[in-house]
């Protein structure tokens, strides 16, 4: 967006982001800062040491960084952005309250930026949300429209020296692009011009809350884009007006895929798509595995055909995406043979996707996963272990740590060794070890030539980090 725009009630007012460095807040505030606020903000992960570098990166590109103390927060005019989810316990929050601050929360900011545009395209459902979101972005970016676009990872197109941490691109104040999320309901505050629905599939809410939430978003849109092969999501059809259905079992969908043209291998996907309305078939080369990675490509295909972009050049601008960091992002190989792979997928479904992939391949599978939270992992535990236990062979292995905790008030009586006992219960071969650098060190002790080792998980940026010490340690 173009500098000095401003939105609503808040019209260049400093705003200060507790948390600043999240895979949420950090792209918000990278547009905020866009538009022209001054931004300031504080982060455990920075008090702890954790990613120097990105928090380097943040104050030499002029966003004033702060302890988690509070004594950044010093004027009523200044609004606090926090997750709903703070603690009033926090210092910021609790001087917000002593100084009469206004505090939105990231969802709340985001939705007003996101409702002044004049095009604007939502990108909803459990799973695909990321990568959808930047494959829609790279086709409007290669068509000339300039979107600002909010994402939830680093979009690799968009990354350069001057934004190393692109998971925000600043464009013009007319088209935004944003992921939006279900799992605190806020999906509630957006009115897109086109909203895109992926798939509604357990996560941090019941199926029958999703439905509510889900059937308002596609209810709301100008223009639905459904995902017939969900079957959930196609529940939800009748409930949208002016709609784009796509699928690829699904094939009365809009845009389909011609049969048996699927090719996929290790490097990426190929396949005829076709727009029914017109009869009409066009060539795909994805340079992303999976078959999940062709179910999102039809979703920014038919998002696209929403917007007023033809499908062919949608799938064309898709030959040269380059993906998003931690969406079965190769590491690399060791010399002998043994590669890893950094990996977002924390839900049943996201975890099912990677690990089909992996197995669409030879070798076996060595599947770290670091559950994102206590909460989480009572909430989908039996549906994560039955993930693990079908999805995976005899010879493969899932290593299992202790949930991601960096403090707070939560109940931590479930733990991931009740997971690993349900992985074993099911079949599967499961290992719980409390500390990750114990399974670090267990995960190279185990790995042979050929093997593929997964980590996965979220809310945690030295996941990657992790990863890398891994395949430095193999041989």
């Known amino acids: 967006m173009d500098k000095g725009v401003t939105?609503?009630?808040?019209s260049g007012r400093p705003l200060f982001f507790c948390g600043i460095g999240g895979s949420g807040m950090l792209p918000l505030a990278q547009i905020a800062k866009g538009l022209g606020h001054p931004v300031a903000g504080s982060d455990r992960s920075r008090d702890q040491g954790r990613s120097?570098?990105?928090?380097?990166?943040?104050?030499?590109?002029?966003f004033t960084l702060f302890p988690q103390d509070g004594s950044g927060v010093t004027s009523p005019d200044q609004v606090l952005i926090a997750s709903a989810a703070i603690e009033d316990t926090v210092p910021e929050v609790a001087r917000a309250r002593e100084l009469g601050c206004e505090r939105l929360s990231r969802a709340e900011l985001l939705s007003q930026l996101f409702n002044a545009a004049d095009f604007s395209v939502a990108v909803g459902g459990t799973s695909g949300k990321s990568t959808v979101t930047g494959m829609i972005a790279w086709i409007l970016a290669e068509a000339g429209h300039d979107p600002t676009v909010m994402n939830g990872a680093v979009m690799k197109n968009f990354v350069s020296p001057a934004n190393p941490f692109a998971?925000?691109?600043?464009?013009?104040?007319?088209?935004?692009?944003?992921?939006?999320?279900?799992?605190?309901?806020?999906?509630?505050?957006?009115r897109p011009t086109v909203g895109v629905l992926l798939n509604?599939?357990?996560?941090?809410?019941?199926?029958e809350e999703l439905r509510v939430l889900?059937?308002?978003?596609?209810?709301?849109?100008?223009?639905?884009?459904?995902?017939?092969?969900?079957?959930?999501a196609g529940y939800l059809v009748p409930r949208a007006g002016r709609k784009v259905t796509f699928g690829i079992t699904a094939r009365h969908a809009d845009i389909s895929i011609e049969p048996d043209s699927i090719d996929m291998s290790a490097l990426g996907v190929r396949a005829a798509i076709v727009d029914n309305r017109r009869r009409q078939v066009f060539p795909l080369i994805l340079p992303m595995p999976g078959l999940h990675n062709l179910s999102n490509a039809l979703a920014a295909i038919a998002a696209a055909s929403a917007a007023g972009i033809g499908v062919a050049h949608a799938a064309y601008a898709l030959r040269s995406f380059a993906g998003l960091a931690r969406r079965f992002d190769?590491?690399?190989?060791?010399?002998?043979?043994?590669?890893?792979?950094?990996?977002?997928?924390h839900n049943p479904e996201k975890c099912a996707a990677t690990l089909r992939t992996l197995k669409a391949m030879p070798g076996r599978v060595i599947a770290f996963f670091q559950p994102h939270g206590y909460g989480p992992l009572r909430q989908m535990g039996e549906e994560l272990a039955q993930t693990f236990a079908r999805e995976l062979g005899p010879d493969d292995i899932t290593i299992m740590c202790d949930p991601v905790y960096f403090g707070g008030t939560v109940d931590r009586s479930v733990g991931a060794e009740r997971i690993v006992d349900l992985i074993?219960?099911?079949?599967?071969?499961?290992?719980?070890?409390?500390?990750r650098e114990d399974c670090g060190a267990r995960i190279v002790s185990l790995a042979r030539p050929g093997d593929r080792i997964v980590v996965m998980g979220a809310r945690d940026d030295t996941l990657t980090e992790f990863g890398q010490s891994i395949l430095a340690r193999l041989p």
């Not at 007319?174 to 799992?183: I, L, M, N």
Request: proline share 3%.
């Open 7 to 10: 939105t609503g009630t808040l």
């Open 52 to 62: 120097p570098e990105k928090f380097a990166w943040m104050e030499a590109n002029g």
């Open 167 to 190: 998971s925000a691109r600043i464009g013009g104040a007319r088209v935004f692009v944003a992921e939006v999320d279900e799992s605190d309901g806020s999906i509630a505050l957006y």
């Open 200 to 207: 509604v599939s357990l996560d941090h809410k019941s199926i």
């Open 214 to 232: 889900f059937g308002d978003f596609v209810g709301k849109a100008g223009t639905a884009v459904i995902n017939l092969d969900s079957a959930e």
């Open 330 to 345: 190769v590491i690399g190989t060791s010399p002998g043979g043994m590669s890893v792979i950094d990996d977002f997928g």
């Open 424 to 435: 074993n219960a099911a079949g599967g071969h499961a290992e719980h070890i409390p500390e």
